[in-house]
């Protein structure tokens, strides 16, 4: 009886090993790319991929990648990224994946204006549609930062936004901006620039409770501020067309009120 048992095991062991093996057949599929860079499309989709075993491998000479998985679901993933990003773009002089540039303009809302320099020119339409929106009667523009990036590629930057009144002490805001991938479309009205993995977040300074210290011999105490910081960010996906100015999020900033508003805008440069 134990003899059997034995054996009964083993064989259970067996057909599971054998159920697992079914489970995790080998599949392979070819993709013939058209209008995208096979190399920095194949890096997109290796990026998303969820089984480790997973290969994605790019031939740019036939504009091909091969995608092979065990995962039914990593192969469809990657076809559905492909049939995403492989379309007509913007022609370039040199028919090379094109240089996307990224503009964000960091705003400051409130009641009177305390930052940075009035909103330029390009800015008073979107300035116009705010104030019907959010009712904030001041807009001033408290710097901007620019990006540019080759289509497919990860980009970031990062640096000091200002403060927000200059005349008392403060500490910088500081901002960092990053983006996963961008690619330029040709649309029905020019190109749509379209930005995967969007990430910004603001760093706002604010003064706790100082701390006192006491010279000798002398009357009143030095009182030095504690700077503490939060935070703010916006993280999307968005498509912009060339030329559009795009608000991509809104956030109040203090107890007076203000509002930090991001703008985004993109085009394609050769």
């Given at each position: 009886?134990?003899?059997?048992?034995?054996?009964?095991?083993?064989?259970?062991?067996?057909?599971?090993?054998l159920v697992a093996a079914q489970e995790r057949k080998w599949q392979q599929k070819v993709f013939d790319i058209r209008n995208a860079d096979a190399q920095a499309l194949a890096r997109?989709?290796?990026?998303?991929?969820?089984?480790?075993?997973?290969?994605?491998?790019d031939n740019g000479a036939l504009k091909a990648i091969s995608v092979g998985s065990y995962e039914a679901n990593d192969l469809q993933a990657a076809e559905e990224l492909i049939k995403r990003?492989?379309?007509?773009?913007?022609?370039?002089?040199?028919?090379?994946?094109?240089n996307i540039e990224v503009v964000a303009y960091m705003v400051l809302a409130g009641k009177t204006g305390t930052v940075g320099?009035?909103?330029?020119?390009?800015?008073?339409?979107?300035?116009?549609?705010?104030?019907?929106?959010f009712g904030y009667s001041d807009y001033r523009l408290m710097d901007t930062a620019v990006l540019r990036v080759r289509e497919g590629q990860?980009?970031?930057?990062?640096?000091?936004?200002?403060?927000?009144d200059p005349n008392l002490p403060?500490?910088?805001?500081?901002?960092?901006?990053?983006?996963?991938?961008?690619?330029?479309q040709t649309g029905p009205k020019g190109n749509v620039l379209r930005i995967d993995g969007f990430r910004f977040g603001l760093r706002i300074p604010y003064v706790s409770a100082g701390t006192q210290s006491f010279q000798s011999?002398?009357?009143?105490?030095?009182?030095?501020?504690?700077?503490?910081?939060?935070?703010?960010?916006?993280?999307?996906?968005?498509?912009?067309?060339?030329?559009?100015?795009?608000?991509?999020g809104k956030s109040k900033v203090d107890?007076?009120?203000?509002?930090?508003?991001?703008?985004?805008?993109?085009?394609?440069?050769?």
């Open positions: 009886m134990k003899k059997l048992m034995v054996r009964l095991l083993a064989l259970t062991l067996i057909l599971a090993g997109l989709v290796q990026g998303v991929m969820r089984d480790r075993d997973t290969r994605v491998i990003f492989d379309v007509p773009r913007g022609e370039s002089p040199t028919g090379a994946p094109r320099d009035a909103v330029p020119a390009e800015l008073d339409g979107v300035v116009k549609q705010l104030k019907a929106v990860t980009s970031d930057s990062s640096g000091n936004a200002g403060m927000v403060s500490a910088p805001w500081t901002y960092q901006m990053k983006l996963k991938a961008t690619t330029a011999g002398q009357g009143a105490p030095i009182v030095t501020p504690n700077w503490n910081y939060t935070e703010v960010g916006f993280s999307t996906d968005l498509d912009i067309r060339e030329g559009q100015k795009v608000v991509v107890r007076s009120g203000n509002a930090f508003i991001l703008v985004l805008t993109a085009k394609a440069v050769d």
